[in-house]
């Protein structure tokens, strides 16, 4: 028992020693990392402890987190995070990218690093099971914004341009894909990296064998023949799987032969070789070599890179299941046929395994090869009944949301009409409260108009016969009495008596001018001109195609009182010592136009504080129909523009000679 105990801690003990031997390498040259340590040396040492086991590397990764950063720190983030992405670890390889990206960010928001550390994250984000396009996009966006803040070489633009290629495959936009591709190889058209210019190159040749024009595919493979002929690199080698495009099929197949051979020697590849054994089997299957392509199938499915990737090895197995077919060796096709159909089971298809259902028992007799060819079409329709569901479920989601969209777009209609039908009873309210208003302002109007006519009714049938009469007497008195004349005592009475007449009339002709029902308004505002001068006020009118046009009384009165009140303004308050009154009859309506040469007054003022003047000629103005434009500054005299249109009523008569 001692001995057995004393076994089991010598053993705890060598590995516990063995463990930290190499636990202390790592930290060796982690903690080396800022003197001269190799920065690919410490990546390496922590991939081979660790592998894709992220939680493993978290402590290394925090040490190095501690350390003052520089480019070596900022390259084992980024090598890091390629080796997950090569493995296949996205989301790890994300974690690492992020991390060195805020490092770099933090040191410098437009450091170079910064360029392949966002074209790193654009490939992550497209390459995740549920793609983040925009992510993607967003990234590749910001990687040629560091291109351009550091001045890069214009030839490392075929980058973004490539990955926006990517992204856009997924999205199947292929017109946006192929226009990005050729952007991308636009930039390294002339460039003397092989490995860019082929790779893009070879991308670009797929995509015009699926989607150009023979004359376009013609074109980039004259480009590409050119570009092989000129290699002289073992490198070009990885680029020339393209050779399956060509007739030559016996220098595609040296070619891919000696890649393979190449990898083969590598005991530790980053890649799998997959597509090149696929492309280089099928070559001897055209050449009916069948087993060297049953050995490339093979080695495809035994691939220790591939690890589960499910598509791979389900088309390795289909291709295995038709090579032995053609040898003629049914239960070796048998063999594979059923892994095939397990396999394709296992990722979407549960019904496979039924329909092979008493397959092996069968399969005994010479009619084995026609029951491989039976359960080959079994399998097709078995896809053709799986893409139909998805068809059929796809049609009910489009129909699902396209009555949705409806649903919501007809419900946003009604809301959208009843704010528009409450909009228009708000609008029919104001301009019902805008019609009492004027309708209270007509009356308001006629009523002062009436109280008017009445007060000069009287002043000249009353107090200006009265003053008629006493003039009359007044000439009586002369006749008998000539001392009044010696002593000037009847001159002086006689011009009273005349200026009071005069200025009864006055009076009268302003509150209501009898010229308008005689001559009309044009005729009123003749008068209104002479007693302006009358007063010392020099006035010109100018009245234009008046003749042709006759308006009612009520127009004729408002706009006589709005000449009125204007010009007495100017008159009493602005100081003026020259008038202009226009008036200009048109089909349409009348503009009239008054300037004065005074004092004028500051818009703003007027607007904050209306005085009853203005209110009563914008009152006016607005009962009419018009509109009034002041123009004014301090000092320099004032313009008013009044634009009235003529509505139904306003005009007794109008010739068309207007």
């Not at 032969?257 to 020697?265: D, H, Q, T, V």
């Not at 989601?397 to 009843?418: D, H, L, P, R, S």
């Not at 009152?619 to 139904?648: A, Q």
């Amino acid at each position: 028992m001692f001995k057995t105990w004393t076994f089991i801690i010598l053993i705890i003990i060598k590995l516990t020693i063995t463990l930290t031997g190499q636990q202390d390498s790592v930290l060796m040259s982690i903690r080396n990392l800022s003197a001269d340590e190799s920065h690919m040396n410490t990546v390496n040492l922590i991939t081979a402890k660790c592998g894709t086991d992220l939680s493993c590397m978290m402590p290394y990764i925090r040490l190095i987190n501690d350390l003052p950063v520089d480019e070596k720190i900022l390259n084992v983030y980024y090598f890091l995070g390629n080796h997950f992405y090569r493995k296949g670890s996205v989301n790890d390889s994300k974690t690492v990218y992020l991390a060195g990206m805020k490092k770099a960010e933090r040191l410098n928001k437009n450091h170079p690093a910064l360029f392949n550390y966002y074209s790193s994250l654009c490939n992550v984000y497209n390459m995740q099971k549920i793609v983040q396009a925009d992510s993607a996009l967003f990234y590749i966006d910001e990687s040629e914004k560091i291109l351009k803040a550091n001045q890069m070489d214009v030839e490392n633009y075929w980058k973004p341009n490539y990955n926006r290629n990517s992204v856009y495959i997924i999205l199947r936009n292929y017109e946006k894909a192929d226009e990005y591709l050729a952007k991308s190889y636009d930039y390294l058209k002339n460039s003397s990296n092989r490995m860019n210019k082929g790779f893009v190159l070879f991308t670009l040749l797929e995509a015009t064998k699926k989607r150009g024009t023979t004359k376009q595919f013609k074109k980039y493979l004259d480009e590409f023949l050119l570009f092989k002929k000129s290699g002289t690199k073992q490198l070009d080698i990885n680029h020339l799987g393209i050779m399956e495009l060509f007739t030559d099929k016996e220098e595609a197949q040296i070619f891919l032969e000696e890649s393979l051979r190449r990898i083969e020697k590598n005991e530790k590849p980053d890649d799998s070789a997959d597509a090149r054994r696929i492309k280089l089997a099928e070559i001897y299957n055209t050449k009916g070599e069948t087993d060297k392509a049953i050995e490339q199938y093979k080695k495809v499915i035994t691939d220790p890179v591939l690890k589960d990737r499910g598509i791979v090895f389900r088309n390795a197995y289909y291709s295995l299941y038709e090579a032995y077919k053609n040898k003629n060796q049914p239960e070796e096709a048998y063999k594979w046929i059923e892994k095939y159909i397990a396999l394709e089971d296992s990722m979407s298809n549960e019904t496979f395994k039924n329909q092979v259902a008493g397959y092996e028992v069968r399969y005994q007799t010479k009619e084995k090869e026609n029951q491989l060819y039976k359960q080959e079409l079994e399998i097709k329709n078995a896809s053709l009944k799986s893409r139909t569901l998805l068809a059929l479920l796809a049609i009910l989601v489009i129909v699902f949301i396209t009555v949705g969209y409806f649903y919501f777009k007809n419900v946003k209609f009604k809301t959208q009409m009843m704010v528009k039908d409450k909009e228009i009873n708000e609008q029919k309210i104001r301009e019902l409260e805008n019609y009492n208003t004027l309708l209270s302002l007509n009356s308001v109007i006629e009523g002062q108009e009436s109280e008017r006519f009445r007060i000069a009714k009287d002043l000249h049938d009353g107090l200006g016969g009265l003053l008629t009469t006493i003039k009359a007497h007044f000439q009586t008195i002369q006749k008998d009495i000539q001392q009044l004349e010696q002593i000037n005592f009847y001159n002086k009475t006689n011009k009273l008596i005349d200026e009071a007449c005069i200025e009864v009339r006055r009076i009268a002709h302003d509150m209501v001018p009898y010229s308008i029902k005689i001559n009309g308004l044009s005729g009123a505002l003749e008068d209104l001109r002479e007693g302006i001068e009358m007063r010392g006020l020099p006035c010109d009118l100018e009245i234009f195609n008046s003749e042709n046009l006759l308006l009612n009384e009520q127009a004729s009165n408002m706009i006589y009182r709005t000449v009125q009140e204007i010009t007495t303004n100017a008159v009493k308050h602005a100081k003026a010592t020259k008038l202009f009154i226009q008036l200009v009859y048109f089909h349409e309506g009348l503009n009239i136009l008054i300037e004065d040469n005074g004092t004028g007054f500051d818009l703003t003022q007027t607007q904050t504080g209306k005085g009853i003047g203005i209110k009563s000629i914008e009152s006016r103005v607005r009962y009419l129909g018009g509109k009034i434009h002041y123009d004014s500054t301090s000092g320099h005299g004032t313009t008013v523009n009044i634009e009235i249109p003529f509505r139904e009523g306003m005009v007794l008569s109008k010739n068309d000679e207007i």
